[in-house]
């Protein structure tokens, strides 16, 4: 089992790219998220899922764009790159509202 | 709006002292609290959860309390080594979604 996986670990955008972060979970978990860590902020939600065909918006949702086709994959698009956009990303999933989160390994952005 | 607090931002000890990492939420209304551990370009590893119903939840080493009405956190790390050297994070489930809000974390760090 890999539980959450994320690619890339690691991108350079140039300002005004787009790019889809990917993350896919083998746990048959039916919620997914998305989170950013930025220095001094901690992480904040940007976007989640309840199941597939469902998302809903976080704490911070404007820049990004998700779909949700299936239980395993919650890709995270970057529409129009920006340099506040420089962040480490991380994927997470869980059970239940009652369950355990686990996480991804992250992808660690810099848009320049 | 709920908020968690991590008390202190950082903390240095020498190996084998017992120490106390703090966490408080503004709101009560929680269904569980996480504790995790990240370090330095990693992912966040769960290390012990405990639903709104529980007092405390044990893990080798660890021990972690809850007292939702006073909506404080604490974990508890017997004989600290080297090797528990990390950023600590909290984090509170108050929604269905099972999303979690996160305090900025205690960095610990234990010299041989």
């Known amino acids: 089992n890999a539980g959450v996986t994320q690619t890339p670990k690691f991108q350079v955008l140039k300002t005004g790219q787009s790019m889809t972060l990917q993350c896919a979970q083998d746990?048959?978990?039916?919620?997914m998220s998305w989170y950013r860590q930025d220095p001094g902020m901690g992480l904040r939600l940007i976007h989640y899922s309840v199941g597939a065909g469902i998302t809903d918006q976080g704490e911070v949702p404007n820049g990004y764009n998700v779909s949700r086709s299936t239980t395993e994959d919650f890709p995270l698009r970057l529409l129009s790159a920006a340099p506040s956009q420089t962040s480490v990303y991380f994927c997470?999933?869980?059970?239940?509202?009652?369950?355990?989160?686990?996480f991804g390994q992250g992808t660690r952005l810099t848009v320049v | 709006k709920q908020e968690v607090t991590q008390i202190p931002a950082a903390l240095s000890v020498p190996e084998g002292e017992n120490l106390v990492l703090n966490c408080s939420f503004t709101?009560?209304?929680?269904?569980?609290l996480q504790w995790f551990r990240q370090d330095p370009g990693k992912g966040l590893t769960s290390l012990l959860l405990?639903?709104?119903?529980?007092r405390e939840q044990t893990s080798g080493r660890l021990n972690a309390s809850l007292d939702k009405s006073s909506g404080r956190s604490t974990l508890y790390i017997a004989a600290s080594q080297p090797g528990d050297s990390a950023t600590y994070l909290c984090?509170?489930?108050?929604?269905?979604?099972?999303?979690?809000?996160f305090g900025k974390g205690t960095k610990l760090s234990v010299k041989p």
């Open positions: 709101d009560s209304a929680i269904y569980n």
């Open positions: 997470a999933t869980t059970r239940g509202r009652g369950s355990e989160a686990f």
């Open positions: 405990i639903q709104s119903s529980q």
């Open positions: 984090a509170v489930n108050q929604g269905s979604q099972g999303n979690l809000i």
């Open positions: 746990m048959n978990h039916e919620y």
